[in-house]
């Protein structure tokens, strides 16, 4: 499809986006079993708040001193250093392939492998995660925006990444309404995290959708996706541009082409030739009813 592969460049938007806010996560550790110990205290503000949406896991092996301190170390390296948390992530996880600490291990992975635009290994550790802890939102989130950003011409199987990308996005969505909120974030805090991973898996629906050429399902998923992020992400503006300009949606595609192209941002150029071709489209075709 003309333009799409444009996208590609939106992972590292993605991972901007979250470490912008912190890399609040909606994960935990499974809840501890009689005599098991806890996680350790998460008190610096680039550590991941919990919250009480994630499954548990069957009888996790009891944590010992070792376990205990090699998470604290992996957990104590801030979000803003993903290279050392991916090297102690790793460890830890050949160490103890069993640990209850593992989910929020894999969760942080994820999003460093994002981080350092390494889609194959983020999308590895998160199924692994989506599969261990299926109510971790931001990872779904993640996923279902992320896959389909990354399907290029060299995709083995792209109609199967998308169909993961919509189970993704579709979970993440279902399960929000269900967390709640970690006692150390404000309720503005929340909100915001909220908006920031429900604008994502939005997006996630809205470029399938788009990709599939279903343009008119893309149009509403990408307009909610921007009318809910904090920090509206200028490759969905670009994508709600391309969704109208596919549906013959002309007058509006210019008009979203216009306000990607007026403020710097790396979709800016894409968005001025989207611009100049969705006014030669008007031209010579005629637009199409909403």
């Not at 592969?5 to 470490?19: D, E, P, S, T, Y």
């Not at 492998?113 to 993640?142: C, F, H, R, S």
């Amino acid at each position: 499809m003309s333009g799409i592969n444009k996208v590609r460049i939106g992972i590292g938007m993605i991972a901007g986006l979250v470490l912008c806010f912190g890399g609040v996560a909606f994960a935990q550790a499974p809840a501890p079993t009689q005599g098991q110990s806890t996680p350790p205290a998460q008190t610096d503000k680039d550590k991941l708040p919990a919250s009480s949406n994630s499954l548990s896991l069957d009888a996790p092996p009891p944590a010992n001193a070792e376990e205990d301190a090699a998470y604290k170390a992996f957990n104590d390296v801030p979000q803003t250093d993903p290279k050392k948390k991916i090297e102690l992530g790793e460890a830890f996880a050949q160490k103890y392939p069993n640990s209850r600490y593992l989910s929020p291990v894999y969760s942080v992975l994820t999003t460093s492998y994002m981080v350092t635009n390494d889609v194959k290994k983020m999308e590895e550790t998160g199924d692994k995660e989506a599969t261990l802890n299926p109510n971790d939102v931001q990872t779904l989130a993640i996923l279902g925006q992320t896959i389909p950003r990354a399907i290029s011409s060299s995709t083995p199987n792209p109609a199967q990444e998308l169909e993961k990308a919509e189970k993704y996005s579709k979970r993440a969505i279902e399960v929000m309404p269900t967390v709640t909120k970690p006692a150390n974030l404000t309720d503005a805090q929340f909100d915001v995290a909220k908006n920031q991973t429900l604008a994502m898996a939005h997006s996630g629906l809205g470029l399938v959708n788009l990709r599939r050429g279903k343009f008119n399902d893309a149009i509403p998923e990408l307009e909610t996706s921007l009318k809910i992020d904090p920090n509206p992400d200028p490759v969905n503006i670009y994508l709600l541009g391309l969704a109208n300009q596919k549906a013959s949606h002309f007058d509006d595609a210019i008009a979203t082409f216009t306000k990607c192209a007026n403020t710097e941002n790396p979709m800016q150029a894409a968005c001025k030739n989207g611009v100049e071709e969705s006014k030669k489209l008007a031209s010579t075709q005629l637009s199409a009813p909403k």
